[in-house]
Antibody, heavy 122, light 112 residues
């Protein structure tokens, strides 16, 4: 069974940085694009970023472009999200999600991890 | 960006009765390959979203056959033939034809 385990969330002050990780197992990690999706408290889902299977192509929502960087280590089966210049509106549960193939776009997510909570507050 | 609009946003249902959720997109989600890049997710209370339907009408592995998806282009529907108590939660449609991927606002299904 595919496993996705996020970590790295926590409380950070506005303007600060955090690095999220997603440890993947039980599938050929480098064969699949991966993505981050977030959910603000009591709100809906918002796609944040994605990366191709090889890591050569990355994609971002306008709301995080220039502040967040997605990357992956295929030797360690781990996905990352470096989040800089954090704002209060970045407060959310951040989910790691596996795409159904290596391409982007024209895929979808299955499964999702349990998420890691990021709180941006002074 | 493609805007996704769901209705209703709240759906109280009696167990055993059917339920339907509509999802409309601001642009056609039909690719030239013949597939609609519209998918449905259910987020049960306290859980992460789980895939129900992909490409408009294909049921994901392990999803009960009381769930079905239909539609094409800009209008899509998720139908539950007989609602059960375990079906409560938020239902989201998502388009993946273009980046940025976008979601509907979510429909909260609750049991009467």
């Amino acid at each position: 069974e595919v496993q996705l385990l996020e970590s790295g969330g926590g409380l950070v002050q506005p303007g600060g940085s955090l690095r999220l990780s997603c440890a993947a197992s039980e599938f050929a990690f480098s064969n699949f694009a991966m993505s981050w999706v977030r959910q603000a408290p009591g709100k809906g889902l918002e796609w944040v970023s994605a990366i191709s299977g090889s890591g050569s192509d990355t994609y971002y929502a306008d709301s995080v472009q220039g502040r967040f960087t997605i990357s992956r280590d295929n030797s360690e089966n781990t996905l990352f999200l470096q989040m800089n210049t954090l704002r209060a509106e970045d407060t959310a549960m951040y989910y790691c999600a596996k795409a159904i193939n290596s391409a982007w776009p024209l895929n979808w997510f299955d499964p999702w991890g349990r998420g890691t909570l990021v709180t941006v507050s002074s | 960006d493609i805007v996704m609009t769901q209705s209703p946003l709240s759906l109280p249902v009696t167990p055993g009765e059917p339920a339907s959720i509509s999802c409309r997109s601001s642009q056609s989600l039909l690719h030239r390959n013949g597939y609609n890049y519209l998918h449905w997710y259910l987020q049960k209370p306290g859980q992460s979203p789980q895939l129900l339907i992909y490409l408009g009408s294909y049921r994901a592995s392990g999803v009960p056959d009381r769930f079905s998806g239909s539609g094409s282009g800009t209008d899509f529907t998720l139908t539950i033939s007989r609602v059960e108590a375990e079906d409560v939660g938020f239902y989201y449609c998502m388009q993946t034809l273009q980046t940025p991927y976008t979601f509907g606002q979510g429909t909260k299904l609750e049991i009467k």
